[in-house]
């Protein structure tokens, strides 16, 4: 017959205690963890809320810096033919140049023999007005400022002044 020293007594090899000690981490590492949020973030809590929040200055890896926007100019141009009263136009040209050739090619195609460029303009909205004896044209960041322009020149020298064309190239991003 074994005779066993009571339970308070009892040693266990040390095997049993790494086994403990191993298992004693694993769950102390859990209960430490995120909290269910995504890296970069811990958890916060409120009575009777939870979220996620960002921890400042955090970045996974390497430095993750998004690069600018590329963006591709746009050119429009207005031409015409005063003599004929003829306008020509173009919009959303890569170029100037291209620009100011087709608005003279769409004006002598309308029947201008003596079209001239009466505006290019990049990345914006351009605008020609016209009164009894003046037509002129402006240029800017939007159709209305384009068009209030040209009608402040025209109102200048003329009367019964409108407002005959406005467009807007804007530049496109391309990346």
């Not at 266990?12 to 205690?17: T, V």
């Not at 004693?24 to 996620?52: H, I, K, M, N």
């Not at 009263?85 to 890569?94: E, M």
Request: net charge positive; with cysteine.
């Amino acid at each position: 017959m074994e005779i066993r020293p009571p339970a308070a007594e009892r040693t266990y090899p040390m095997k049993h205690f790494f086994y403990i000690l191993v298992l004693a981490q694993l769950v102390l590492s859990t209960v430490r963890a995120e909290g269910g949020c995504p890296p970069g973030s811990y958890p916060q809590q409120g009575q009777g809320w939870q979220t996620c929040v960002p921890i400042p200055g955090y970045t996974e890896g390497r430095d993750q810096v998004t690069p600018p926007p590329l963006w591709q100019s746009r050119w429009q141009a207005i031409s015409t033919d005063v003599d004929k009263a003829v306008l020509g136009k173009s919009i959303n040209a890569a170029t100037q140049k291209e620009a100011e050739t087709l608005a003279l090619k769409d004006c002598q195609s309308q029947g201008g023999p003596n079209c001239k460029i009466a505006i290019s303009y990049g990345n914006g909205c351009v605008a020609l007005a016209a009164g009894d004896v003046l037509v002129s044209t402006g240029s800017g960041g939007s159709k209305s400022e384009a068009e209030a322009t040209a009608l402040g020149k025209c109102g200048t020298g003329a009367k019964d002044c409108r407002v005959y064309y406005s467009a807007c190239s804007p530049p496109v991003r391309v990346q």
